[in-house]
């Protein structure tokens, strides 16, 4: 497809499970984005890629959190022991450059929810 | 550190009239953009308009416009002739300029907008 996809849209969890979000990015676009959404909040950034720079991963809020990008393409986001903080929307940018210049696409998210 | 803050959790406005979504920053960056995106409730975050911080000239995209102050700090977002499509999430957001490494998008709270027929 021509726009940023993330899989899946949905994803109901029980407390304590695995997940992983799954995010493909406009060919071509070296840099990858994951922000979290939550409910009446902004959007707070976990992590970005560019390119094969070391990712920075000043925004991960625990080590439940992690993400990798393979190739530089796809990317994966993936939350070990679930909690109920962890309930929000997921959301996936890439960009060409990764700079102020180039617009971010941004993939239609994943609803997470853990009960 | 950066932050953006959007004073006005909703707003409605009458189609075909004019609205403001206000939006202040704070950051000792000299060197930096500012974004109005949309969210609509699809979940897709859509950029609306794009101001680079030392142009002095502010943005517009058809009936978008920005007013950017850049000494007050401040970068509203008017929208013209507002359209029923116009309904979403409104966020404002901050990118610096890094000596190296991440360009960080920092978004406000968001603004809810309504157009109403």
């Known amino acids: 497809g021509a726009g940023v996809s993330q899989s899946p849209s949905n994803k109901v969890t029980e407390k304590g499970k695995d997940v992983e979000l799954r995010c493909d990015p406009i060919s071509g676009h070296t840099a990858l984005y994951w922000y979290r959404q939550s409910l009446g909040q902004g959007l707070e950034f976990l992590i970005y890629f560019q390119g094969n720079s070391a990712p920075d991963k000043s925004g991960l809020p625990s080590d439940r959190f992690s993400a990798e990008r393979t190739g530089g393409s796809v990317s994966t986001l993936t939350i070990q022991r679930t909690q109920q903080e962890d309930s929000a929307v997921y959301l996936c940018a890439s960009s060409r450059e990764g700079d102020g210049n180039t617009e971010a696409f941004f993939g239609q998210g994943t609803r997470l929810t853990v009960v | 550190a950066q932050t953006v803050t959007q004073s006005q959790p909703e707003m409605s406005v009458q189609e075909a009239e004019t609205v403001t979504l206000s939006c202040t920053y704070d950051t000792s960056e000299n060197n930096y953009y500012l974004f109005w995106y949309k969210q609509p409730p699809s979940r897709q975050m859509i950029l609306v308009i794009r101001q680079e911080a030392y142009k002095q000239q502010n943005a517009t995209e058809n009936r978008f416009s920005v007013n950017f102050q850049k000494a007050a700090k401040s970068f509203s977002l008017k929208i013209s002739d507002s359209q029923l499509g116009d309904t979403a999430m409104y966020f404002c957001?901050?990118?610096?300029?890094?000596?190296?490494?991440?360009?960080?998008?920092?978004f406000g709270t968001g603004t809810r907008l309504k157009v109403l027929a």
């Open positions: 957001a901050f990118m610096k300029h890094p000596a190296s490494g991440t360009y960080k998008y920092i």
